[in-house]
Structure formats: C-alpha cells, structure tokens
C-alpha cells in the first residue's frame, strides 16, 4: 500500500505542475497527438530525455488486450486470471492513447483496449465507444458518474471530501536547454522534488522524486468542462492504477493548484501549464527502491472541431 501511495503521490505532483493554472484560457485551435506511457523501474533518472516515441509507441499499439465477455463465476474467474497478464504486457509495452482535443470537445482512444472516450462539453454528454464491437453508449455528464477503474481498494486518494489532508510541495528547478522533440521545439527542465503529506491526524510522510521535462511554448489543450469531467477510461487490470492516479491528479490541478496542496519552487521556474511532449518522474519512497512513470507525445497536429473523430461512425450501433 505505501509503495502504491508513492507512486499515486508522484502523479498528483506532475499532475499539479503540468496541468494549467486557473484561469488559464486553453490553447487557440485543436489538437491530436498520440502518447505512450510505460513504467521503467530502477531507471537512471540522469539518462532521461527524450527520442525514442516512435518505437515505445509502436510496441504500446501492438498490446491488444481482449475485452473478456461473459458472466459467471467461470467468467470471473478467467477475468482475474487476465489481470496479472494485462499488468504484465502494460509494464512491458507501455498504454498507448490518442488525443483529440477542439472546441468544446474532447476525444480519448485507448489503443490496447480499441475503445474510445468522447466528451462533448456543450452537449454535455460523454459517449463511450467501443471499436472492435462497433457500438456505443451516451451518457449525460449531469447524471453519470464517473468510473471506476479496476484499481486496488487500498490506493488512497485525496477526494473532494477529504480537506484535512495536506501537501506541501518544493521544487528546485534547473534548465536543460532546448531540444526539438517529434518536431516540435522544446524547453528541457529537471526538478528534484520533496513533498510532504500530512493527513487529519498529523502524521506525516516526506518523499523526494526528479522530474524530467520538455515542454512546448504551447499551453495544455483542454474544453473546459474537462477538469471536472471524467474520460470514463476502459482500461483494466495493469493500467487500473495508473488511470486511478490521473483520475486524482486531475482532481488537484482542476483549479490549477489544488487549495490543500501548497508549491514552492527555486531556480528558473517551469512553465506550468504548457504542453509537453516528454515527462518522466523518478521516485523513491523511503530506502526502497524508484519506478519511474514516463511519458512520450508525438504525431502533433491540428485539429478542427468539425472533424469526424469527435462524431460516432455511421455503422456502430447503440446501447443502452
């Protein structure tokens, strides 16, 4: 449970430094991009940057995980089985995503899992797609709530209830120089962090991680209704985890900087809020040993609001 905490933790800081600051308008025009995150435990946080998408992509598109179906206590059963395997091929391939972001809408594909996730801000709706079956559901984002992923109980978050709990954060930043990345140019920054949480009854934990990031003069591309909104994302088993951390770190930065989570920084300061196209936090918890989530953006281009990905094919077919 501890180990889990590090690494939920870790997210919440990339997601409070990353995401925009309140107030922050959203980037003029659309934008897609595809992106890869995979784990790389034990890695050398001094040999990060950035260069290799093309082929941690790749592999990540090749992991199709099949959607079990079925009831049962037979169907539960081989569900379960599927978990460790899913978990296996997500730390050894990576979870690869596409990205559509224009207007007041807003798409995610899951590659593996061939589903995809529109949010449609003015309709407010959220439709869920699945491309292997070629169905699709549509639900209102004032009477759904949100999903679940297939996450351990014990992973702590930080909920909207939760106001006691606190977060102070410190980070000394330091420069990388520019470098283009996909074609696309780029500001490199390491931050060595230390964070200290502090729960209702005064305990305390202080944990230290180092951030590598290159960031575009771009701000983050997002409709509005997205910081309060869930993707509703498929995944399961290995990725359930990790979707259940972005779920909490979207819930600290909807504000930019979330009330209970304070955030200090010395050295030439990140631009917070900026797109990147390359992150990767290294952490460690105690004198055990680091992971270290990294992050990959590639295929960058614009979008319009019109285009046909943000609308449900023609031949799928619609369920309740």
Known sequence: MKRQFSYMLALIVVGVVLRSPAGAASSPGGLAWDSVTKFA??????????????????????????????????AAIKQAESAGSEMQTMMHSGFAERHYVAGS?????????????????????????????????VTSMDSATPETPSSPSSVPQMGPGDTNTKVAIALTNTALGSQVVEG???????????????????????????????????????PSCSRTVTSGNNARGGAGMMLAASHVKQMLSSAGTDRRVSLSQSGPPLPAGNFSMYDAVTFTAGNRGGATFVTERGNVRPIDPSDPVFSVPSDFTQQQ
């Open 41 to 74: 435990p034990g890695a050398d946080a001094s040999t990060l940057a950035p260069g290799s998408f093309d082929a941690d992509y790749a592999a990540a598109s090749q992991a199709q995980i099949q959607t079990k179906s079925g009831g049962g206590l037979f």
């Open 105 to 137: 809408k807003e798409r995610t594909d899951q590659v593996a899992y061939q589903t995809a996730t529109i949010i449609d801000c003015d309709a407010r709706t959220i439709t869920h797609l699945d491309l292997r079956a070629k169905t699709y559901r």
């Open 184 to 222: 696309v140019p780029t500001d490199g920054f390491r931050s060595d962090i230390k964070w200290t949480q502090t729960d209702s009854s005064g305990a305390s934990q202080t944990m230290n991680a180092q951030l590598i990031g290159y960031y575009t003069n771009r701000s983050n591309p997002e």
